[in-house]
């Protein structure tokens, strides 16, 4: 076992976890025609290269494959169960509306226990403005090259190259934005010679912005290296704003702070009363395969598992999955790939929160059931309503036509409204796990595969240009362009 450090501090009285993203389970068949599977219902590639090959906005890429074959998956079982009752009653929206309920909680905690001095004088927020350098803004512009999907090291140092030699031809005299222009493949910026306008820190990605930091006006810097290619990054413009035109802000951000220290005050003695927060022995190694699997369904000894201890309770498996599921797939990805370090801090913050929802439970500060009703019932129409716009309840069916015909015709049509803005998806945030448990489904790694490149070919014989849509397969998004 692990004791935690309470080195690091962590908001937990008003921020929640952030809102789940539609999962999806992928495999390794070799099914190259079928994109997704769930029980007798198949996605071909055939239908999502028609569903998707005239929206020439939505990237050529497996993530944007995945994501609509997650989204198919759950919305064919949707459609099922809205088939058989159309009232919903088979469906238990509570795990909708339990990250509002602890939100609520910790919000009335702080509201209640905890006392800031948050009187920021215009001559205090003055001083701090003055010494801190905070409020700069950057102004860049840019020229980046992708590496091609599943580039090979080879491929990687030719891109490299290339950038350098046009970073050799500015320097001898070629125009910047001209260059930009013919040859960046950030379609945005290269539309205005490179230009990204203003930006804050924080605003792009860490890479970009330290390579952005070491320049004066007018340089222009070596070859960077971003999650989304490489780069030759000039600076136009560094500015901050008189004090004046910030002071609201500024205030308001001392304010914050203030209030955050004493919440990390509070937080410490709570924890200090609690006893020593322990990872126990194999936490990680279930915190990564829970990750892995998140759709997976715990009971009994497995639920009840500890995954971090204190003095009087624990953090177990089936509420750390529960609270896992209220974040999006790529953090999925974060904790399976994460370091023993970084896992151990995560669960730490976790049972950080559990100690505060105690704290909050002990001073009779959760929902009453009525409120617990209301919510309930409000996320339920939200659902009802949702689904009634994307035709899926009721589930209208032609004479003769059997059940799984007119749920996969609903269905892609559902989708097709989603895509085209039509209708809004609905959200189902963390019911996608409560609709797969129990039914067999799968995303067929050949299949997405197939459906990139029949996608890439349909819209390239349409006259699109293949690098205004292609994402790299092995970036992640950022900000700006960057």
Not at 304 to 330: H, I, T
Request: charged share 25%; hydrophobic share 40%; glycine share 8%.
């Amino acid at each position: 076992m692990k004791a935690l450090s309470t080195g690091k501090t962590y908001r937990l009285l008003l921020c929640a976890l952030g809102p789940v993203a539609l999962a999806a389970c992928a495999d390794d068949s070799t099914d190259a025609e079928t994109v997704a599977r769930v029980d007798g219902y198949r996605l071909t590639v055939d239908e999502l290269v028609e569903l998707t090959v005239d929206d020439e906005e939505l990237p050529v890429s497996a993530d944007v494959v995945e994501a609509l074959a997650g989204l198919w998956i759950d919305y064919t079982l949707f459609a099922e169960v809205a088939a058989n009752d159309s009232t919903l009653e088979a469906i238990d929206f509570t795990p909708l509306v339990r990250a509002r309920l602890d939100q609520e909680a910790l919000g009335a905690l702080g509201d209640s226990a905890i006392q800031a001095d948050t009187i920021v004088t215009e001559a205090d927020a003055r001083a701090w403005y003055e010494t801190s350098g905070e409020g700069v803004r950057f102004r860049a512009s840019h020229i980046m090259l992708q590496y091609p999907p599943q580039a090979t090291q080879p491929q990687r140092d030719s891109v490299r190259e290339r950038l350098s030699s046009i970073r050799d031809d500015i320097l001898g005299g070629a125009s910047f934005e001209a260059t930009a222009r013919e040859v960046s493949q950030d379609p945005g910026s290269a539309r205005q010679g490179g230009d990204l306008g203003y930006f804050s820190p924080g605003d792009l990605v860490r890479p970009f912005e330290e390579a952005v930091e070491a320049l004066q006006p007018g340089e222009m810097s070596d070859v960077v290296a971003t999650p989304m290619g490489l780069h030759l990054i000039r600076l136009e413009d560094r500015e901050r704003p008189d004090f004046a035109e910030v002071s609201t802000d500024v205030v308001a951000r001392l304010r914050m702070e203030r209030l955050q220290q004493a919440e990390s005050l509070y937080v410490a003695g709570v924890e200090e009363r609690a006893g020593e927060l322990t990872v126990v022995d194999g936490a990680v190694e279930v915190a990564r395969d829970l990750a892995r699997s998140p759709s997976v369904s715990l009971s009994g000894r497995a639920a009840r598992r500890p995954l971090v201890e204190w003095g009087s309770g624990s953090l177990s498996a089936a509420r750390y999955l529960e609270l896992l599921r209220l974040e999006p797939p790529v953090f999925h990805e974060q904790v399976a790939n994460g370091s023993v370090e970084a896992l151990e801090d995560f669960l730490g913050a976790l049972a950080r929160r559990e100690l505060i929802l105690e704290e909050a439970e002990g001073m009779g500060l959760t929902a009453s059931r009525e409120r617990v009703d209301s919510l309930t019932a409000e996320a339920a129409s939200q659902i009802r309503e949702a689904a009634r716009r994307l035709d899926l309840i009721p589930l209208e069916r032609a004479p003769g036509e059997d059940l799984e015909r007119a749920v996969q015709r609903a269905v892609l049509g559902a989708l097709e409204d989603n895509l085209s803005g039509a209708n809004p998806s609905i959200p189902l945030g963390p019911l996608s796990y409560q609709l797969r448990s129990g039914h067999a489904h799968s995303i067929s790694n050949a299949g997405v595969g197939r459906a990139v490149l029949e996608l890439g070919r349909q819209r390239a014989a349409r006259g699109a240009s293949p690098m205004d849509n292609a994402v790299p397969l092995d970036s992640t998004p950022s900000g700006g362009g960057s």
